[in-house]
C-alpha cells in the first residue's frame, strides 16, 4: 500500500518557467489538498479537492492551479514561477464521510517535493 | 480567524526528560484539537487528536489534553528517546472534520543520547 505519493522530490525552476507537481493515492480517498511549508509559518492550505471534478482555494491559492479527473490523482500547476514559490510542498488526502469515525480521518500526508525558484 | 500559537523552537532534551510543548489556540465554535508529527524526510503523520473539551488524546507515550478554559492543548511525554527527534505541529480544525486544518508554527525537538 503506497499512500500518499508525490514527485518529483526536488525540483529547480526558473523565474517563469511551468510545471506540474504530481501527487497521487491509492486509498480511494474522496478529499485530496496541497500546502505549502515555509520556515516559521507551518502549513498553509493551497487548493483542495472532495471528488473527482470538485476543487476549490485554500488560504495561499495566487500562482497555483489543480484539476481532479480522477479519485487518484490531484496535480499542482504552477504557470509562471516566482521566488516566492520556493517551499516544500506536501499533498494530503482523507476520507470525507460516511458517518462520525470517517469525519475524523485523519490526512496522510506525501513526503512532500521540495521547490526551489531562482 | 483561526490561529495556533506554538512555543518557539528548536527544543534540545537529553534522553528520558520530561518533555512539554506549549500550543494555544483562537478559534470560534468548539474546534477539534490535532498534534501532527514530521520525522525527518518525510510527511506529516497524525500523532494524536481531541474532539471535544477536556477530551485526552494520547499515543506513543505522548499526551495532550484539550483545556477550553485555557484554550490550550499542549503536548507532554515523560520520557523521550533519540527516536522522538522530530517537527511537531498543533493543529486545530472549526469544520468539524480532520480535514480542513490550520497549523502551528511547528515545533523541532531534538533529543541527545
Known amino acids: 500500500n503506497a499512500g500518499v505519493t508525490q514527485t518529483p522530490k526536488f525540483q529547480v525552476l526558473k523565474t517563469g518557467q511551468s510545471m506540474t507537481l504530481q501527487c497521487a493515492q491509492d486509498?480511494?480517498?474522496?478529499?485530496m489538498s496541497w500546502y505549502r511549508q515555509d520556515p516559521g509559518m507551518g502549513l498553509r492550505l493551497i487548493h483542495y479537492s472532495v471528488g473527482a471534478g470538485i476543487t476549490d482555494q485554500g488560504e495561499v491559492p495566487n500562482g497555483y492551479n489543480v484539476s481532479r479527473s480522477t479519485t487518484e490523482d490531484f496535480p499542482l500547476r504552477l504557470l509562471s514561477a516566482a521566488p516566492s514559490q520556493t517551499s516544500v510542498y506536501f499533498c494530503?488526502?482523507?476520507?470525507?464521510?460516511?458517518?462520525?469515525?470517517?469525519?475524523?480521518?485523519?490526512?496522510?500526508f506525501g513526503n512532500g517535493t521540495r521547490l526551489t525558484v531562482t | 480567524g483561526d490561529s495556533v500559537t506554538q512555543m518557539e523552537g528548536p527544543v534540545t532534551l537529553s534522553e528520558e526528560a520530561f518533555l512539554t510543548i506549549n500550543c494555544t489556540y483562537t478559534?470560534?465554535?468548539?474546534?477539534?484539537l490535532f498534534w501532527y508529527v514530521q520525522y525527518p524526510g518525510e510527511g506529516l503523520q497524525l500523532l494524536l487528536k481531541?474532539?471535544?473539551?477536556?477530551d485526552k488524546g494520547s499515543n506513543k507515550g505522548f499526551e495532550a489534553t484539550y483545556r477550553k478554559e485555557t484554550t490550550s492543548f499542549h503536548l507532554e511525554k515523560g520520557s523521550v528517546q533519540v527516536s522522538d527527534s522530530a517537527v511537531y505541529f498543533c493543529a486545530l480544525s472549526s469544520s468539524g472534520s480532520a480535514r480542513q486544518l490550520t497549523f502551528g508554527s511547528g515545533t523541532q525537538l531534538t533529543v541527545l543520547p
Open positions: 481531541a474532539t471535544k473539551a477536556d
Open positions: 478559534a470560534t465554535g468548539y474546534p477539534s
Open positions: 494530503a488526502s482523507s476520507y470525507v464521510g460516511g458517518g462520525r469515525s470517517m469525519s475524523y480521518s485523519p490526512l496522510h
Open positions: 486509498m480511494n480517498h474522496e478529499y
